[in-house]
């Protein structure tokens, strides 16, 4: 009977204690969490030329092997959405402390990689798409 006893003891006291142990490290984590999403900076323009750079460059590679542009242009702005939402909270400095919708995110993303796309690779921009953004930029120069 002394065993029994003292065993279901041994077991209530580790199932305590390990209930414990994990109850805390779970209140840690959400702590780190929390410190983290407020300690989110908003991009700035170095970060956005960093990532737009990043972007024109894959977009560059992936039609010189073969990836549809449509395709490599998506998953490049996916790729910088991302960053954007992750790294930033969907902040840019230049907007201020308002977050930015992912559909404007995605269309400024687009834009800026096959801006930098004519820059780095301009064979590999369809000619359709290379006119429309020099159309946008000439209007946006006036």
């Known amino acids: 009977m002394g065993i029994n006893y003292y065993s279901k003891r041994i077991f209530q006291l580790l199932g305590i204690s390990l209930f414990l142990s994990f109850t805390l490290f779970e ?3 959400i702590n ?3 410190k983290a999403e ?3 900076v908003a991009a700035t323009k170095k970060d956005l030329s960093l990532y737009r750079q990043m972007g024109g460059s894959y977009l560059c590679i992936a039609s010189k092997a073969g990836i549809d542009f449509k395709k490599a242009v998506g ?3 996916a790729t ?3 960053v954007i939402e992750g790294k930033h909270g969907g ?3 230049e907007f201020g402390n308002k977050k930015l919708e992912r559909k404007r995110l995605f269309a400024g993303a687009e834009f800026q990689i096959v801006t930098k796309a004519l820059q780095f690779c301009p064979d590999s921009v369809p000619k359709d798409v290379s006119k ?3 159309k946008i930029l000439k209007e946006a120069k006036k």
């Open 27 to 29: 209140i840690g984590t």
């Open 132 to 134: 429309k953004v020099n």
């Open 75 to 77: 998953v490049a702005a």
């Open 32 to 34: 780190k969490q929390f």
């Open 38 to 40: 407020k300690n989110l």
């Open 80 to 82: 910088y959405v991302q």
């Open 91 to 93: 902040l840019v400095k």
